[in-house]
């Protein structure tokens, strides 16, 4: 979704680009092509030494990001040992941050990993629009609400969430779901995706173009 209207497409307006929709990888000769089906940084960005660092921005309430999901789990599932992966929650808008701040609570006890399918799925019935609410979520997932209040009012996630809001400005994020790559590319099911296919198409033709893209980064050394 995007942050100005959330419409289903990502805003390259920022990055140079004037056009959306653009057309499928498989149209693309020779493969993924630069500005197509994926953009370049201008300035790269720092990532985790000795890795392939993929992040995923997303956000809980996006219902393409629901969408992607499924796709991206059995991805990540298969990825080598040179490549890292992390989900970096944006914080577009005000009750976009407490949605931001639930992430990261939840990444500080430990427990994202193992309730993030039940979030999603909890944001798609009822989603949460302040801090009892999202105080309440937590406890109907079997969490312990004193330490996830603590953790959410913690300087160390408000220090996380900051780093996030940074992070999504420095790779461009305009609309999620979105992937950087090795803090030198982006692309996303909105880029990379084909104009008319189904989300899980788009997702698995974005996901495709990051593995074009680390394979081009193995080779480079």
């Known amino acids: 979704m995007q942050r100005r209207d959330f419409s289903a497409k990502l805003s390259l307006s920022a990055l140079g680009l004037a056009t959306l929709g653009l057309p499928g990888m498989a ?4 493969g993924p092509a ?5 953009l370049r ?30 796709v991206l789990e059995s991805w990540v599932k298969q990825l080598p040992a040179d490549v890292s992966f992390r989900r970096v929650h944006v914080g577009f808008r005000a009750n976009i941050k407490i949605h931001q701040r639930l992430f990261f609570a939840l ?19 009822n989603m949460p629009d302040d801090e009892k609410a ?21 300087f160390g ?6 780093q996030a809001t940074k992070l999504s400005e420095d790779y461009r994020i305009d609309g999620v779901p979105a992937l950087g790559v090795a803090g030198k590319f982006l692309t996303s099911p909105a880029i990379a995706g084909t104009r008319g296919a189904t989300e899980q198409v788009n997702g698995q033709q974005s996901l495709a173009v990051v593995d074009f ?5 193995r080779n480079k050394g």
């Open 107 to 125: 990444e500080a006890m430990g427990k994202e990993a193992e309730v993030h399918t039940a979030v999603f799925n909890a944001f798609q019935r």
């Open 41 to 70: 940084l201008s300035q790269a960005l720092p990532t985790t030494p000795g890795k392939i660092e993929v992040i995923e921005f997303f956000w809980y309430g996006c219902p393409h990001c629901y969408a992607f999901d499924p």
């Open 134 to 154: 999202t105080i309440a979520l937590a406890g109907s997932l079997g969490l312990d609400v004193a330490k996830f209040t603590a953790a959410y009012n913690s």
């Open 157 to 162: 996630v408000q220090t996380k969430c900051a």
């Open 213 to 217: 893209l680390i394979k081009q980064l």
């Open 34 to 38: 630069e500005g197509k089906q994926y």
């Open 27 to 30: 149209q693309a000769q020779g």
